[in-house]
């Protein structure tokens, strides 16, 4: 076989296209049977590359004839949304060299009709989702259906590796591979720091012949830069310069050649600033639109047309536009407020210039002044390469349960091959045999617990010792569950006269009174009533509303980020402005050096405070939200331990708070042995309610292991009682089950990653490390006033807060002039 690109060569050639070498280089591995890992730019052509040397391999192999092929390809994307487009770029060619090969979709979305079509006969080529294989696996001759797979791609590689769909997806890998051990995998990515990892993870440690790590280094522009606010002044805090971004967004939007794309970081947030655009520019109405995950398919599916076709002037999305979609029409993207990685600034940005040859640009608007500051750090680590890492989550046994499950469905498993199996997966490559054993008894009797109750006699082996579901109603109900995205209930919001609008959590419909208005999909809507699982609401008359809240935590400040934000404090401690974003922040700057210090990535910056509320102490490790949560519960427990004294906590991405109304003794911080790593896991649960949060994390591992049912269609149940039936189960396993590993996993799973304990650990290790500059303040330093106002937001209204501000603000301009 040609080991340089073959019909796939001559077909780019044909269109005028010329491969690039890391292209070629892709093209031979694949020749060779080597499965890799491509890292490119966005838009560098990472599709074609993969796809054509896999096409080439099959017209090889299996020449085209008169009738079709079975299914030999699955394309695995983490978004629906992208199956779409990544089918039509992969017809292209496929049409002209291999016409009598077919291709498909199978996602949540693919209609009844062709999902009954495939099931005759999967088509040549698949474009699925993790989940939707899983489900593929549950098949009685699964083994028949899918031996034939021969090429795996996983696209977006990043986007899964972190997360429980990661680990599903190497389990039905694992599958695959047992299927057909020479199984070619590859993954492609724009935004990994930890490639070699990555590679692993996806193509197993063991992988014969070695895999290719390839680098596709093509000569694209990346610009980033940053939408300053006129005169940000001394001090400032979350959303402070927000509405006074609202003019200069709309005029960089108004002079913006093509269409512009304005991400923003929840969904809340893009309602607001789609009614920000329309109340600045009224007649842009049917010009802009909204995107983000709650809204209906349809409503989805035409703002990404319009996309697409260069219909629309702009469009405010959540990360639902952040993956690999190919908008060419799309020339600018705005990123309001802090992207909080690198990782996610170099991805909007891939989203304009979509295209080899074309510049991606990506504006960053700042809605504080520390957000200034931010942009420019983002801008070198940007620059630099400095991308976040993404490791596998380790042996999530709700995945594995369900995965036995799954596996019992799809033809059944003996226990020793399939614990072989799931050991190669990298997320199980150290699972013991002990706790492979305590999941398929799991599966099998519900554990010491459950053993009365059939609905959890699950599996069962037979005289052959092959394990299988025994139970209709437990198959079905398995089916209907299968995948890891847990998310809270949610309800559909319909129209009284017909038309559904999308989908807002049950919570919040819950807050709702007959006649309350609030905004939605971009439109005011007046709440009417709520009828099986389903809001019912009308066009409001009135101007003002209310924005739904969605469940999910605020994202925290990379590690990355972090120390880029310290290094441009270091530049300014030491009088250099040299980077505008700089110049813009100096005020609140060389206030924060007068009234205190500048925080460096040689010391730790400490600020002490007396008021009428008592003793503040301010902190500021710059390790982003999580871990300061963590920290600063921590640190208020040691102080209170030898000393019974009550703190309030207040967070941010830079530092953290604690207030307490009797005073404390600062000798722990100055000496540092506050900060001791030593007992941290014990003092860390101490400090928290540990029982509480685990039992809330405890909710989605219930419902990821088939232990919560979450209603038939038509038939769904509420947050309330799934909350309910989770809960029953997390005190029934406490009392008597005490050795449910399930347990064992949601402390695990608080400590990892609500509170992100190694990050945690090495935060405290630097403080201890660093030098510790405590300050004594007069007033709120720029640094220590945005926690105060954190703080003051839970317990103020809006008008509370802005009269109390006005009052701190004016004491310190009197004092320090």
């Not at 983490?78 to 292209?92: E, G, H, I, K």
């Not at 049912?709 to 029953?728: D, E």
Request: proline residues 5%; positive net charge; contains cysteine.
């Amino acid at each position: 076989m040609s080991t340089r690109g073959g019909s796939g060569r001559r077909w780019m050639v044909a269109r005028g296209w010329k491969p690039f070498a890391f292209q070629r280089e892709v093209w031979q591995a694949i020749a060779e049977g080597r499965s890799g890992m491509l890292h490119a730019t966005t838009g560098a052509g990472k599709t074609y590359a993969v796809w054509l040397g896999m096409l080439d391999a099959l017209l090889e192999r299996h020449p085209p004839g008169r009738s079709a092929e079975p299914l030999r390809v699955l394309w695995l994307t983490p978004m629906r949304a992208l199956a779409a487009d990544t089918s039509r770029a992969l017809l292209l060619p496929l049409q002209d060299l291999a016409p009598n090969w077919t291709l498909g979709q199978r996602t949540g979305d693919t209609p009844a009709g062709e999902r009954a079509k495939q099931d005759r006969r999967f088509p040549t080529v698949l474009v699925t989702t993790p989940e939707s294989l899983s489900l593929m696996l549950t098949r009685e001759n699964s083994r028949e259906e899918l031996g034939s797979v021969g090429f795996v791609v996983v696209d977006e590689w990043h986007e899964l590796i972190g997360s429980k769909r990661g680990v599903q997806a190497q389990l039905a890998l694992a599958r695959l591979r047992r299927f057909n051990p020479a199984l070619v995998t590859w993954g492609l990515s724009a935004t990994l720091g930890n490639l070699e990892e990555a590679m692993a993870v996806l193509c197993g440690e063991q992988a014969v012949p070695a895999p290719a790590l390839v680098r596709g280094k093509i000569d694209k522009k990346l610009v980033i830069d940053t939408l300053i606010p006129p005169e940000p002044g001394k001090y400032s805090w979350a959303g402070h310069l927000g509405k006074r971004m609202q003019e200069p967004v709309v005029e960089e939007i108004s002079q913006a050649p093509g269409t512009t794309l304005v991400f923003t970081n929840v969904r809340s947030q893009a309602e607001i600033w789609y009614q920000l655009l329309l109340e600045a520019r009224p007649e842009w109405a049917g010009q802009i639109a909204l995107h983000h995950g709650s809204l209906d398919r349809a409503t989805r599916e035409w703002v990404e047309l319009g996309l697409k076709d260069g219909n629309l002037r702009a469009v405010v999305a959540t990360s639902s536009l952040d993956l690999g979609v190919d908008f060419l029409p799309v020339e600018r993207v705005l990123q309001i407020g802090s992207a909080k990685g690198v990782a996610r600034i170099m991805q909007r940005a891939g989203r304009s210039g979509h295209a080899p040859g074309r510049a991606s640009r990506l504006t960053l608007v700042p809605t504080n002044t520390m957000e200034i500051i931010e942009a420019a750090a983002a801008r070198c680590a940007a620059y630099e390469g400095r991308i976040e890492k993404r490791a596998s989550p380790e042996q999530p046994l709700d995945v594995l349960v369900q995965h036995l499950v799954t596996i019992a469905l799809g033809g059944g498993f003996k226990a020793d091959e399939l614990f072989e199996e799931v050991c190669s997966a990298w997320a199980y490559r150290t699972l013991t045999r002990e706790a492979f054993d305590w999941a398929l008894a799991f599966c099998e009797r519900g554990g010491e617990s459950l053993s009365a109750y059939p609905d959890y006699h699950r599996i069962r082996p037979d005289e052959d010792g092959v394990y299988r579901v025994p139970d209709r109603g437990i198959a079905r109900r398995h089916r209907m569950s299968v995948g890891t995205i847990v998310s809270d209930a949610a309800m559909q919001v319909k129209y009284m006269t017909g038309g559904t609008l999308g989908t807002i959590e049950e919570g919040f419909i819950a807050r709702l009174r007959k006649g309350d208005h609030f905004y939605f999909a971009g439109k005011l809507l007046e709440f009417v009533r709520v009828r099986e699982m389903a809001a019912y609401v009308r066009r409001a008359t009135r101007s003002k509303g209310t924005v739904p809240t969605w469940s999910g935590s605020k994202m925290a400040l990379s590690t990355e980020l972090g120390d880029a934000v310290l290094e441009m404090m270091q530049a300014a401690a030491s009088g250099r402005y040299a980077h505008p974003e700089l110049e813009a922040a100096r005020p609140m700057l060389e206030t924060q050096a007068r009234l205190s210090r500048i925080p460096t990535p040689d010391t730790i910056l400490v600020e002490s405070f007396r008021s009428r509320e008592g003793q503040h102490l301010y902190i500021h490790p710059f390790a982003g939200r999580h871990v300061h949560l963590g920290l600063a519960s921590l640190l208020a427990w040691r102080l209170a331990r030898d000393r019974p004294n009550t703190f309030s906590i207040s967070v941010n991405d830079y530092g953290f708070e604690l207030v307490s109304a009797e005073p404390f003794d600062l000798a722990p911080v100055i000496d540092k042995t506050l900060f001791s790593t030593g007992e941290l896991l014990h003092d860390v649960l101490a400090s928290l309610n540990s029982s509480e949060l685990a039992q809330r994390r405890f909710r989605e591992i219930a419902r990821v292991a088939g232990l919560v049912f979450s209603g038939y269609p038509g038939q769904p149940k509420s947050m309330r009682q799934l909350q309910a039936s989770s809960g029953l189960f997390f005190e029934v396993f406490r009392k008597y089950d005490r050795g449910n590993l399930l347990l064992s996993q949601a402390e695990q799973e608080v400590l990892s990653q609500e509170l992100e304990i190694s990050r945690l650990r090495a935060t405290l290790e630097r403080i201890r490390e660093r030098e510790l500059a405590l300050v004594e303040l007069r007033h709120p330093s720029p640094m220590s006033l945005p926690l105060m106002v954190e703080r003051f937001r839970e317990k103020l209204t809006t008008e509370q807060l802005s009269t109390r501000l006005d009052r701190i603000l004016r004491d310190m301009e009197r004092d320090t002039r």
